[in-house]
């Protein structure tokens, strides 16, 4: 039932069918709409992704439990099966050509989350294409800038930052780095290293 309404939608989308109100919208529309979107919004993700078409997917960004003991509804967030599961959810993600965005950080008492949770996405199939660190906080001077959990501790360090894995199943599937990425602001940067490409200006 459900990759038969996943493959309804994707169909729908595909031919040029757009989002508008009135009545270009006829009752099917609504019924594939009502229905995908009430799924999207409260199936296992496991599950979810084992119902979609293979191939329909090109681009996951997901910033999943860590398994801290966190509380998310009716998650449990202190599974002992944690690194399998993890290793489940990637399998599903199925597209040879697709991006799947990892978003993971570690905590001051279990740093090696991340790399526990890279390692599932690798053992699943996937390879490691890029590696973006979010700074979430940013110390000029005497301000800081953005957020993070705060420490009470005379032990750690707080963690002011997560990684983001950018992961595909070659390594080598194309990015429109021009459009994603920052103007140098120092242009010494272009000619010091005969990337020509990189001068936009500054916005």
């Not at 078409?53 to 960004?61: E, G, I, K, Q, R």
Request: proline share 3%.
């Amino acid at each position: 039932m459900l990759k038969d309404v996943t493959a309804r939608l994707l169909t729908e989308w595909r031919s040029g069918w757009t989002f508008k109100k009135g009545s270009d919208i006829s009752a099917v529309h609504w019924s594939v709409v009502k229905t995908f979107f009430k799924w999207a919004f409260s199936t296992d993700c496991v599950a979810g992704l084992d119902s979609l078409p293979d191939n329909s997917v090109a681009c996951v960004v997901t910033s999943h439990p860590y398994n801290i003991g966190l509380k998310y509804g009716a998650h449990d967030d202190n599974r002992s099966d944690y690194p399998e599961w993890m290793r489940s959810v990637c399998v599903g993600i199925k597209r040879d050509n697709g991006h799947f965005f990892l978003q993971v950080g570690g905590i001051a008492k279990n740093p090696t989350i991340s790399w526990l949770v890279l390692s599932m996405a690798l053992a699943a199939g996937f390879v490691i294409q890029n590696q973006i660190v979010w700074a979430k906080s940013v110390t000029v001077g005497n301000e800081s800038h953005g957020h993070f959990k705060p420490l009470n501790s005379d032990r750690f360090l707080n963690q002011t930052y997560e990684f983001i894995f950018h992961l595909t199943k070659t390594g080598k599937v194309p990015v429109d780095r021009l459009a994603v990425g920052v103007p140098f602001a120092d242009k010494t940067n272009i000619a010091r290293f005969d990337h020509e490409g990189d001068d936009r200006g500054v916005s």
